[in-house]
């Protein structure tokens, strides 16, 4: 019967895309900032296409489960998140709602940063904290070249399980990546005098102690996910009187808190992107890096 | 946003006290294999009605939607004075990567009831998932969301009176799947069992008086599936936006209303259609400085039933005979009554963590009542004013006016109310839907 045949040759045909499809084409990222994007993009090459879901000058912690990023997960082979509580407000909720079980915790295709990587302790681990604790540790390990270095090496081995027959290509590009990551810190590590101290919005720049000669005295929210008050300011003030430092703050963040200890200690305020471009490679992420060296006069 | 701090004392002993049949190891992370997250959700709520006005709006209610017992004061609003508003416990588990399990029970000073408990699967192919228990069904937007979600203390008059106190909330089974395209497109379908007092009033097989069978008749649940899609382009960083269309029939629909002679029976048919849109603008400043909510939702329902009413008794309330016999039958008639319901609002941040929103409702701009000799009750209307401050994330204080004007038999009436609600969010609180 034709009808017969036509439709076993319609099956065959289906069943062999489905089974060729994931083979040739490239490995669908979705990435929930654009530092992981980036890593993405310098790990995979052309054997990736990436989208980010946070833009780089919003506060990760608060975005919408929006339905695109759902739309966007769906079809993801391998998600990728900063974790330890980062995206706790959206992710689930978006991870939930885009039913690929291919991206689920714990699978494969779920690959948590935070996971792979040791992590510095978070203020609001040490309480009292209304309503934003990172118990694993502080999560904004975005701006360490070091940490982005090991979670080079650690997405290259996720990649090579998924595409196995390009582990050795996603291997050498991130050993490429991890060795630019490592000398560019350096190199801007060294051109900073020692001891540079600064002030920040948010426990968002703690990672700079890691691989600059620089210091955070403390911070403008008098505690994380809180705005800064009246009293937390002036405290600030008297502890730092006659000393030498720095304002810094995402650019999303208000800058009034800065502003009063620029009029009250006259130190200089610094509005820094924490997110390279959405669509940043490994150099948009070098130029970023040398962007916040530059804030302590080691540009 | 992220984990909030329930492990102190205060709250795992509240905890514990309202689900005491539930062995809890400890408040948060309960047994191996189960990731069991705890939240409570505190609200307060003072009321004052400045000015009184008509208690329900015309064709709707009037004794026909609420005579069961479902009475713990939702429906004519609050007290005034002091309410104790809608409080949750939430409890969501996930059962490995298979499914998460979610008990949310909502209650007051009175009564604890269980709003939603329910499995769904998070590892079926081909973007389906399936939900099973008791849930808000997905019809709409406001429907599926729970109040502390909500941008206005109350809720829409169009889901209070076309589907129910709780919105339509039922017990089944809903499958869904999201196709695999660039815009998010979810096709749904719902099969519940229809208790619904605005679009599946199920009463059942009532006594015989006298003889005399009563039109009400057992139907076996399911007896009520609905349907819907929703559909979001990606509109970039700064702008979202969803729409959504439903549909649902009901295969039975019954009422019946005890007058003073006699028993009020309708048996019959109800289905449901409506549009939904939310739009949500995204200024990128701190504590949500400069952002953009608009969201309305259109409803309309047809109610198609037969009407027979039976006299119980032979004397009316001064014990003077009506001239009728136990069993009689009256007024038999087939009418359909048809009415809709509209709200549209908007939401604009308009200082770090300071909210202030407008909404305009109708309900009843369509509304043909078959019942008798038939009528056409004017439409209501009601507007809301609010301001909500959020002193830190889990923390909201809102003050609302509302407006009313309502329609009833005797005219129009306007009446005033103020609310002022304190909603708390204590515990390991899961990330919100869009």
Redesign the interface.
């Given at each position: 019967m034709p009808l017969k045949r036509y439709v076993i040759v319609l099956l065959a045909m289906v069943l062999a895309s489905a089974w060729t499809a994931p083979q040739a084409q490239p490995l669908e990222v979705v990435a929930t900032t654009p530092s992981l994007g980036m890593l993405a993009r310098a790990v995979g090459g052309d054997q990736v296409r990436v989208r980010v879901l946070a833009?780089d000058?919003?506060?990760p912690?608060?975005l919408?489960?929006?339905?695109?990023y759902?739309?966007?997960v769906?079809?993801a082979d391998l998600l990728l998140e900063m974790g330890a509580?980062?995206e706790?407000?959206?992710?689930?909720?978006?991870l939930?709602?885009?039913?690929?079980?291919a991206v689920?915790?714990?699978?494969r295709g779920h690959f948590r940063a935070s996971d792979t990587l040791s992590l510095r302790r978070s203020v609001t681990m040490d309480?009292p904290?209304?309503?934003?604790?990172?118990?694993e540790g502080n999560p904004h390990f975005n701006i360490d070249p070091l940490r982005m270095a090991v979670l080079a090496d650690a997405l290259a081995k996720r990649m090579g399980q998924l595409r196995t027959e390009k582990a050795d290509y996603f291997l050498a590009r991130s050993e490429d990546a991890a060795q630019r990551l490592r000398q560019h810190a350096r190199a801007l590590a060294d051109r900073i005098p020692a001891d540079r101290q600064f002030v920040a919005y948010h426990e968002d720049l703690d990672y700079l102690e890691e691989w600059l000669p620089v210091k955070v005295l403390g911070y403008l929210e008098p505690v994380p996910?809180?705005?800064p008050t009246a009293r937390h300011l002036r405290r600030l003030v008297r502890d730092l009187e006659g000393r030498e430092g720095r304002v810094l703050h995402a650019r999303?963040?208000?800058s009034r808190g800065a502003g009063f200890l620029q009029r009250h200690l006259g130190w200089d305020i610094h509005a820094v992107s924490l997110e390279p471009p959405v669509d940043a490679d490994l150099e948009g992420y070098l130029e970023l890096m040398s962007q916040w060296a530059a804030v302590f006069g080691g540009g | 946003?992220?984990?909030?701090?329930l492990n102190h004392g205060g709250t795992g002993v509240l905890a514990a006290v309202a689900i005491a049949a539930m062995p809890l190891a400890s408040p948060v992370k309960a047994q191996e294999g189960v990731d069991l997250n705890i939240s409570l959700i505190l609200e307060g709520i003072y009321f004052n009605e400045l000015r009184e006005g008509n208690e329900s709006p015309a064709g709707f209610g009037g004794g026909h939607h609420h005579g069961d017992g479902h009475d713990h004061g939702h429906h004519h609003g609050f007290d005034e004075g002091f309410n104790l508003g809608h409080s949750e416990l939430v409890l969501e588990a996930k059962l490995?990567?298979f499914m998460?399990g979610t008990l949310i029970l909502g209650f007051d000073d009175h009564d604890v009831e269980v709003e939603e408990a329910y499995l769904?699967t998070?590892?079926?192919?081909a973007?389906?998932?399936l939900k099973v228990g008791k849930f808000l069904s997905d019809v709409g937007y406001i429907n599926s969301h729970h109040p502390h979600d909500w941008d206005f203390v109350d809720r829409p008059l169009v889901n209070e009176y076309l589907f129910g106190d709780h919105g339509l909330q039922e017990i089944g089974v809903q499958a869904?799947?999201?196709a695999?395209?660039?815009?998010?497109?979810?096709l749904g379908v719902e099969l519940l069992q229809g208790e619904t007092s605005g679009v599946a009033n199920y009463r059942g097989e009532q006594s015989a008086i006298n003889g005399t069978e009563r039109i009400l008749e057992d139907t076996e649940g399911p007896r009520l599936i609905t349907a819907f899609a929703?559909f979001?382009?990606?509109?970039g960083?700064d702008h979202?936006v969803?729409y959504g269309v439903s549909a649902g029939y009901a295969r039975r629909y019954q009422e019946t209303e005890a007058h003073s002679t006699r028993f009020e029976d309708w048996n019959g048919t109800a289905w449901f259609a409506g549009l939904d849109a939310v739009y949500?603008y995204?200024a990128?400043?701190?504590?949500g400085h400069g952002n953009w909510r608009l969201q309305g939702e259109y409803f309309y329902r047809v109610i198609d039933v037969d009407r027979r009413d039976v006299e119980f008794t032979d004397v009316d309330s001064d014990g003077n005979p009506t001239g009728r016999n136990i069993g009689d039958v009256r007024n038999v008639q087939s009418f359909k009554n048809k009415q809709d319901g509209v709200y549209l609002q908007g939401v604009y941040g308009f200082a770090?963590?300071w909210e202030a929103g407008l909404r305009a409702e109708a309900l009843g701009l369509t509304n043909e009542i078959g019942r008798g000799d038939g009528s056409s009750p004017d439409p209501s209307y009601r507007y809301a004013a609010m301001v909500t401050f959020r002193p830190?994330?889990?923390v909201f204080l809102r003050a609302q006016i509302n407006h009313n004007d309502y329609a009833d038999d005797h005219g129009r009436d306007r009446g005033l109310d103020f609310m002022l609600q304190l909603n708390v969010?204590l515990g390991a609180h899961?990330?919100?839907?869009?």
């Open positions: 833009p000058d919003r506060d912690h608060y919408d489960a929006r339905p695109s759902m739309a966007a769906r079809r509580g980062l706790e407000g959206w992710l689930p909720a978006v939930s709602g885009a039913a690929n079980p689920n915790e714990g699978r309480g904290n209304v309503g934003h604790v990172h118990a996910g809180v705005p999303y963040q208000p | 946003m992220s984990k909030r701090n490995g990567d998460d769904r998070r590892s079926l192919p973007g389906f998932q869904t799947w999201l695999p395209t660039q815009s998010y497109t979810l929703k979001a382009p990606d509109l960083p979202a969803q949500k995204d990128g400043r701190s504590y770090p963590r830190i994330e889990p969010a899961g990330a919100h839907r869009f």
